[in-house]
Structure formats: structure tokens, C-alpha cells
């Protein structure tokens, strides 16, 4: 019987779903459906499959981070505004046995002060940031291997 095919679950959280037109100076013109597709056809190439989900809320992210727990290898997330604030999504990070990456398309060191703490972050295996959707890529590529591709990320 074949081994499955590892699986990585990609979160975007809250107001990623404007991208490509929320602040396109801060976070790029590639809009939310264009990264999602090009997660996808790079974790084809490293030999995973790749889901990807988007959440406004709170809640919702923690849900999606419990069931995660026993479907996937490992996750990558993007807390959005609640890196800086979710006690709640550390929690459920920390609470899950899988290895989660942490994501920013922006630098969170170059903007306002209020966003240069993360307090999901520590919770994570690796946080990458400021590469814009680069670091989505290099994130998966990290998470791939985390997760047991058989692919050895290029």
C-alpha cells in the first residue's frame, strides 16, 4: 500500500482576503486566490498537498488549528492582526503536536511599534517575515519537510 502523500494546511487570518487591494504598498498586487495557487503548484513540486484557508476570526483559526492536529503534517499561518494579540491562538498552537511556521508578507520590525511583538510567534517552530509572498514559499518548503515529503526542498 503507497505511504499518503504528507499534507500541509496553509491559514491566512483576518483581512487577507483583501490582498491585492488592502494596502497594496505594505502587502503586494498578488491577491489571496493567486498565492493560494501558487502554494499549491509548489507543494505539488515538493510532494505535498497543500489546503489552503482563510479566517476573519478569532475562533474560526482555532478550529481550523485543532482539526489540523490529526490531518496534517504541519501548518503554516499568517495570524494577521492577532499575532499581536491572540493569547488564545498561542494557545491553540502550542496545544497541537504538529510543527507550525508562522508567516508575515511584511516586515514586522519596520512598521508601527505596536506590531513588532508576536505573541503567537513563540509558540512556532520558525517565524518567516518581509519577504512578501516569498515568505509564504519559503515557509512551505520549511513545512514540507516538517511534514515528511519525500522531495527535498530546492
Same mark, same amino acid.
Given at each position: 500500500? %503507497?505511504? #499518503?502523500? +504528507?499534507?500541509?494546511?496553509?491559514?491566512?487570518? %483576518?483581512?487577507?482576503?483583501? !490582498?491585492?487591494?488592502?494596502?497594496?504598498?505594505? *502587502?503586494?498586487?498578488?491577491?489571496?486566490?493567486q498565492?493560494? /495557487?501558487? $502554494?499549491?503548484?509548489?507543494?505539488?513540486?515538493?510532494?505535498? /498537498?497543500?489546503?489552503?484557508?482563510?479566517?476573519?476570526?478569532?475562533?474560526?483559526?482555532?478550529?481550523?488549528l485543532?482539526? /489540523?492536529?490529526?490531518?496534517?503534517?504541519?501548518?503554516? =499561518?499568517? %495570524?494577521?492582526g *492577532?499575532? @499581536?494579540?491572540?493569547?488564545?491562538?498561542?494557545?491553540?498552537i502550542? &496545544?497541537?503536536?504538529?510543527?507550525?511556521l508562522?508567516? @508575515? $508578507?511584511?516586515? !514586522? *520590525? &519596520?512598521?508601527?511599534?505596536?506590531? @513588532?511583538?508576536?505573541?503567537?510567534? +513563540? &509558540?512556532c517552530?520558525?517565524? =518567516?517575515?518581509? !519577504?512578501?509572498?516569498?515568505? *509564504? #514559499?519559503? #515557509? $512551505?518548503?520549511?513545512? #514540507?519537510? $516538517?511534514?515528511?515529503?519525500?522531495?527535498?526542498?530546492?
Amino acid at each position: 500500500m %503507497p505511504a #499518503a502523500t +504528507p499534507s500541509v494546511l496553509v491559514i491566512h487570518g %483576518p483581512n487577507l482576503n483583501l !490582498l491585492g487591494e488592502r494596502e497594496p504598498e505594505v *502587502y503586494g498586487h498578488t491577491t489571496l486566490a493567486q498565492l493560494d /495557487a501558487q $502554494l499549491s503548484q509548489l507543494g505539488s513540486q515538493l510532494g505535498v /498537498a497543500v489546503i489552503c484557508e482563510q479566517a476573519n476570526g478569532e475562533g474560526a483559526i482555532i478550529d481550523l488549528l485543532h482539526h /489540523a492536529r490529526t490531518r496534517f503534517g504541519a501548518v503554516v =499561518i499568517n %495570524p494577521g492582526g *492577532y499575532t @499581536h494579540t491572540s493569547v488564545a491562538i498561542h494557545d491553540a498552537i502550542a &496545544a497541537i503536536t504538529i510543527p507550525v511556521l508562522e508567516v @508575515h $508578507l511584511s516586515n !514586522l *520590525y &519596520a512598521r508601527e511599534s505596536f506590531r @513588532h511583538e508576536s505573541v503567537t510567534g +513563540p &509558540a512556532c517552530a520558525g517565524v =518567516i517575515m518581509g !519577504l512578501g509572498t516569498t515568505s *509564504y #514559499a519559503l #515557509a $512551505l518548503r520549511h513545512a #514540507a519537510v $516538517l511534514a515528511g515529503a519525500t522531495s527535498s526542498p530546492s
